[in-house]
């Protein structure tokens, strides 16, 4: 592999085939990882991660990131504030922004699919002061909502056994213990472990879209009839309290569904961590963004539609629930309203299933960020050590340790503090938005400024842009400033306005502190990186297709197996 000075040096001089479908470059017959002076860190022995993510793996950990408690239970609290309409509208707009984000994401990571994930896109494409700031923000949102999670799911059991007979802390080490050995095992284990976990899932969320469908036209035990009743009594859209008149009441209502929204997608960029361990990352990545789209269009437009037809914003089941188990998922409400029994159990031991593949998979995103971090430079170099199995270690232990936060919940009047830790991660994850959408504005210039063409030399190209991106790139700043704007009416709560907004100012003081120290200058899009890591992308993937077609020779003279099932049948749905 060439130096970063000679790529550098020959930026103008490299020369890319012009076919249509290719986009590897002359030298990429050169590469040779065993001879460079220059190897970045995640590419030395010892330090580095291994590739065995195959494109299942990637599909469902992009929907499985995807679909979550923010969805299952977070409606609710989207439909009690502001109505079902509105619940529908604002999650289809940010439905929408995902999808742009993931596709600039999916455009800059099937060129190059960095090992050290968002911050290494920015620190090569924008101004490495942003990807120290964006890789901290990222590293605190899932140090903070690993342990969040764990305490979810003790809260979870509590819907069957009361904290009076076990203690939350006995649910919380079990869950610890098992998401620390899934994650320590390798990229491999959890993989398949998060696929299947994953698989259950969809086939949760799927059945109960069907099932609303079934309700809403009366074919619950009820027999009762719901259709659209509830968009004209009480009405689609809810006025906000202590707001007249009711048409104001009904605009602010609305604007701040938007911070359940953001919640209830957060999570979806987190397959963007996992490309650097992807076996031929370019495939697994276009099938995944590709697929982002209709999944964000079933799982969360659908479920909000139907859910708005059967769950009215007055119900008194609504109101009154409170919490994380299966009594406060309007879900569930529909399912009681319509006198279907024993089904609430059932749904609470998929919200269990949901908090525990949330927990590992919200653990490995935070090892592979400190990861990141530190095979780039920007944290101490222990954190990139890997052992036999890929996986870095130093990392895991870091991530575990904040998990023991925890335990806090042993003391009730700790419950309160995780209360605000997830108004903490909200901003976060919305700033991590906001990088990946300038990242690729940034990103966009350079590939322009240096010869290539988006259309003809990329595997994978975002559709709509630049459109797209600066759309999604306003909502994410309206979003982040309003955010927490409910916070001034009905009387000033400090301390939700404080963990609303912390994290602007935590991530402009990474940024500008670094410039500062590191006194880093903003690439110019003629001097940014196209090159480290190419080849050695271009090579996996030439060998990825060679063997793929030796396989697929190999079908066709020989018996349809289990695989070919599986592509046949179901690889469309997960």
């Not at 076919?19 to 330090?47: C, F, N």
Request: hydrophobic share 45%; charged share 15%; aromatic share 16%.
């Amino acid at each position: 592999m060439e130096s970063n000075s000679n790529n550098a040096s020959n930026q103008g001089s490299v020369e890319k085939i012009p076919a249509k479908d290719s986009i590897l470059p002359v030298h990429t017959q050169e590469y040779d990882l065993a001879v460079s002076r220059s190897t970045p860190m995640a590419m030395t022995e010892g330090h580095r991660l291994k590739k065995d993510l195959q494109s299942r793996h990637i599909t469902m950990i992009a929907i499985g990131g995807a679909v979550g408690t923010g969805l299952l239970i977070g409606t609710a609290s989207s439909i009690s504030t502001a109505g079902g309409g509105a619940t529908f509208v604002a999650y289809s707009i940010v439905g929408i922004v995902v999808f742009f984000v993931m596709a600039a994401l999916g455009e800059m990571a099937s060129f190059i699919p960095l090992p050290d994930g968002f911050p290494g896109y920015s620190s090569r494409y924008v101004d490495p002061a942003m990807g120290f700031a964006v890789g901290y923000s990222y590293l605190c949102k899932y140090l903070i909502v690993t342990p969040n999670q764990l305490v979810a799911g003790s809260l979870v059991m509590q819907y069957w056994v009361s904290p009076e007979k076990v203690n939350p802390g006995v649910w919380i080490a079990i869950l610890l213990v098992v998401v620390l050995l899934v994650n320590y095992f390798g990229v491999k284990f959890f993989g398949e472990f998060e696929f299947w976990l994953s698989s259950i899932k969809v086939v949760t969320i799927l059945g109960l879209i069907i099932l609303l469908f079934i309700i809403m036209l009366g074919g619950g035990p009820s027999h009762d009839r719901l259709g659209f009743r509830y968009w004209t009594d009480p009405g689609a859209f809810k006025p906000y309290k202590h707001i007249e008149p009711p048409s104001k009441g009904k605009f602010v209502a609305f604007w701040a569904v938007f911070v359940y929204a953001v919640f209830a997608y957060l999570g979806t960029e987190l397959v963007g961590v996992t490309f650097g361990e992807a076996r031929n990352p370019r495939h697994s990545i276009k099938k995944a963004i590709k697929l982002t789209f209709y999944r964000i269009l079933v799982f969360y437009c659908a479920s909000c539609f139907l859910l708005a037809c059967c769950v009215a914003y007055n119900d008194p089941l609504l109101l009154s629930a409170k919490g994380t188990s299966a009594a406060a998922s309007p879900f569930v409400i529909a399912i009681k309203n319509a006198k279907i029994s024993v089904l609430p159990h059932v749904v609470n031991a998929c919200i269990l299933i949901f908090i525990f593949s949330a927990s590992n998979s919200d653990l490995y995103i935070a090892t592979r960020t400190l990861y990141g971090l530190s095979a780039n430079g920007k944290a101490p170099k222990i954190f990139s050590r890997t052992n036999k199995n890929g996986v870095p270690v130093y990392s895991l232990a870091f991530a575990g340790l904040f998990c023991c936060l925890a335990f806090m919940t042993c003391s009730s009047s700790s419950k309160t503090v995780f209360n605000y830790f997830v108004n903490v991660v909200s901003i976060f994850g919305l700033l991590t938005w906001i990088s990946i959408l300038v990242t690729y504005i940034f990103f966009t210039r350079a590939v322009k400024a240096q010869g290539y063409v988006r259309t003809r030399d990329f595997v994978y190209y975002a559709p709509l842009q630049p459109y797209g991106t600066y759309f999604s790139l306003f909502m994410c700043c309206m979003i982040a400033i309003i955010k927490n704007f409910t916070v001034f009416i009905g009387g000033f709560d400090y301390k939700s306005f404080v963990t609303g907004y912390i994290g602007i100012p935590v991530y402009f003081i990474c940024f500008i502190g670094y410039k500062i120290i590191k006194k880093s200058k903003f690439i110019k899009p003629e001097e940014a990186d196209l090159f480290t890591y190419k080849d050695v992308i271009d090579a996996e993937e030439k060998e990825c297709l060679r063997e793929e077609e030796e396989m697929a020779k190999l079908k066709i003279n020989g018996k349809k197996d289990w695989q070919w099932f599986y592509d046949k049948f179901i690889g469309w749905l997960f």
